[in-house]
């Protein structure tokens, strides 16, 4: 079974999202960031604002961002809504004109594999595949009236802080 590029590219629509929380991203970056054409990627979020998995504000300072906690986003939802045709053989699809259809055992181990394929996503979201956080230490020395003064700053995306010590 192969996924359609848009399945791949909503994906990394999303986990791009979940790596940037704290703002708004517009199509341009994300397609600069993923080698997309902005025309495909805008195909891309029209159908995931439609489907409620992203926001999207429109203006000259708009763009777009997660509409769920990235926990909250299942990654088998999000690929039944993107792809169009899950049906693996012809006569998944409801309409077939098979020959065999009534007469072979197929159809079942067919239809037994996507819903054990589609279990195995529903198991997890989109936090799951965003890269950890990386904490950043940024260490200065400064002196104020004579007295010695080390301040260390470590930044997270989640919780910025800010400790000194004499």
């Known amino acids: ?4 590029a848009m399945t791949d590219y909503s994906m990394r629509l999303l986990m791009y999202l979940g790596r940037h929380p704290e703002r708004l991203c517009t ?5 600069r960031a993923h080698g997309i054409s902005e025309p495909h990627l805008m195909k891309i979020t029209h159908r995931l604002a439609q489907a409620g998995w992203i926001e999207t504000t429109r203006g000259k300072n708009g763009g777009m961002r997660l509409a769920r906690r990235p926990e909250d986003i299942s990654l088998g939802a999000v690929v039944r809504d993107m792809e169009n045709d899950l049906a693996l053989v012809q006569c998944l699809g409801g309409t077939s004109d098979c020959i065999l259809a009534g007469q072979c055992g197929l159809t079942g181990i067919m239809q037994g594999a ?7 996503l529903d198991g997890y979201s989109l936090a799951d595949i965003l890269p950890p956080a990386i904490p950043i230490q940024i260490t200065s020395q400064r002196t104020v009236t004579g007295c010695d003064r080390s301040t260390a700053i470590t930044a997270s995306s989640t919780l910025p ?3 000194e010590t004499t």
């Open 114 to 120: 996507l819903d054990k394929f589609m279990a195995h």
């Open 1 to 4: 079974m192969r996924l359609t």
């Open 161 to 163: 802080s800010i400790s």
């Open 27 to 31: 199509i341009a970056e994300i397609a």
